[in-house]
């Protein structure tokens, strides 16, 4: 018997005839740890949150020009990436968050993991037009070309990865803990 809120259960129980008082607190006390899954769910959350912080870190600075940037002349994403790691960040807590759970853990994972791409492929633009075209002469359509081809592998290996450890710790952990 399962029920939506064991603590106002435990609250209205009394102890059964023929049951003792403790085999009734007993049963309380694992029917309250074995429905209060929330904390673990939330924990999952965070735990992916922080695996698509971590990959756009990764990819972040294996896609990045080796060229100085035309608004600071760094030649390193290291000042602002903090910043996109907790966009990402955030975005992610935001799917996970309001998606629907009919949806199922795996669509859910299959929006969090495009979402991203989009946000990756959005980071590599502006990182080229900041480091490489704004230095030359460069049309949109050569720009998306270019940003396309440096842009693929990166891309392909950290949301292949990031999909893998989303499988892992959503998917996997839901089914031992169901």
Known sequence: MVFRNPGAYMLRTVAQPGQPYIQTWNRRMSIRTSTSFAPRAYARGLVAALAAALATAVQVLWASPDAPSSAD??????PYLPLLCLLSLLMTLAWLALLPRRLGVSARMRVVVLSLVAWWLVLNTHEFVVRVAAWSTFDTAS??????KI???????CAAVLYLVLRRVLVERQMRTS
């Open 151 to 157: 842009s693929v592998l990166p891309i392909a290996a």
């Open 143 to 148: 720009v998306a070309l270019h940003v396309l």
């Open 73 to 78: 002349f760094s030649a390193s994403p290291l």
